[in-house]
């Protein structure tokens, strides 16, 4: 069978959909010797050498190009291609293929038709007009988690049964990881944006006068001045930037505490890349992240500053509860692998 990806995320995003993407890529690559695949994208990128892949680019100056894209060229070249199948990797497609080309959606959640205040207008748009007709279309749909079919059957009324796979993460570093940070510190690790919950994390902070730092590690997302200029009030807040793979490791394996305060997930992969290092974690139940995460973590009520504050300070004045979330944690990250997800994947892939 042949099969095309759309593989944008890998060109422009940095964190989860780019990470699933990239990982879901290499690991097709590397297990599946029965079917063959194609990848489209949109710009040069060497992580594509040796694939077969096909460039489409986005002329962003061009007004409406983006949906000449995605509606006329990306259909164009899929029916050139002929594939048996098209997966498509962040919600958005594909559109105006032919009936006889299988469609597999893999959704990681539905936060701008659920939470459309933290989003750009566009991607709101685009979900509500577009998402349902895409749903019902599918022949394979993927969830990444229980709580995001529940999203899916709901919303959309989707009767037909909806796969659950969890993505993996990658195994801890094996190499010497020193301490970036002198003083202890507490570690949020994502995108900086209002969905992520981080005003309430600051604000909890601050009021609880630590002698710790509080690093707020990611990518700078959309709508995040109020963040930033919250951070910025307090000399004991770090903003990172986007850490690659060995600075981030190094900060998440020397971590006090891992915090992760989002209003909702779909599934939510740093608290598991926190715990693979040992290091404990406190995770809001905002969406999936209560599946997820209820029994190995210290959990609380994304609109509660009072818990967060609670859970903040019961984990750091118990060395015991610090020793038994850590090793709790590692063992359980050990069932997030890509080699298990991925493998999964291929037999629903299979299936079409």
Not at 186 to 208: A, D, H, Q
Not at 296 to 307: C, I, R, T, W
Not at 322 to 351: D, R, T
Request: charged letters at 20%.
């Amino acid at each position: 069978m042949h099969i095309v990806i759309l593989a944008d995320p890998v060109d422009n995003q940095l964190e989860g959909v780019h990470f699933y993407t990239k990982n879901l890529i290499k690991n097709l690559l590397k297990l599946d010797k029965k079917n063959s695949y194609s990848f489209i994208h949109l710009k040069s990128n060497k992580f594509f050498k040796n694939t077969r892949h096909y460039i489409i680019k986005d002329i962003s100056w061009i007004p409406g190009y983006g949906t000449i894209r995605k509606f006329i060229l990306i259909p164009r070249l899929i029916k050139k291609l002929k594939p048996d199948a098209v997966i498509e990797t962040q919600h958005l497609g594909p559109f105006n293929i032919p009936q006889n080309i299988k469609r597999a959606q893999i959704i990681h959640d539905l936060t701008p038709i659920l939470f459309p205040h933290f989003h750009i207008l566009n991607s709101v748009i685009m979900h509500k007009l577009f998402m349902n007709k895409i749903v019902q279309k599918s022949n394979l749909l993927i969830a990444v988690s229980k709580n995001t079919a529940k999203d899916i059957k709901k919303l959309f009324n989707y009767k037909n049964p909806i796969k659950i796979i969890s993505p993996g993460i990658l195994p801890p570093s094996a190499a010497p990881l020193p301490s970036p940070l002198k003083k202890p510190y507490l570690l949020y690790l994502g995108t900086i944006e209002p969905r992520k919950n981080l005003e309430l994390l600051i604000r909890s902070f601050i009021e609880l006068s630590l002698p710790h730092k509080l690093v707020l590690a990611g990518k700078i997302g959309w709508k995040s001045k109020k963040i930033i200029k919250l951070a910025h009030s307090h000399p004991n807040i770090i903003l990172t930037g986007y850490l690659n793979e060995k600075n981030k490791a190094a900060y998440l394996k020397n971590a006090e505490a891992f915090i992760y305060p989002s209003h909702y997930e779909g599934f939510g992969l740093p608290p598991l890349e926190a715990m693979s290092y040992g290091t404990p974690v406190i995770c809001s139940t905002g969406g999936s992240l209560k599946e997820i995460f209820n029994n190995y973590a210290l959990m609380f009520n994304p609109n509660s500053k009072k818990e967060l504050k609670s859970k903040i300070t019961k984990l750091l004045n118990n060395n015991n509860l610090k020793e038994s979330l850590s090793k709790k944690g590692q063992i359980y990250s050990q069932n997030f692998n890509w080699h298990s997800a991925v493998s999964k994947l291929i037999a629903e892939f299979n299936k079409l």
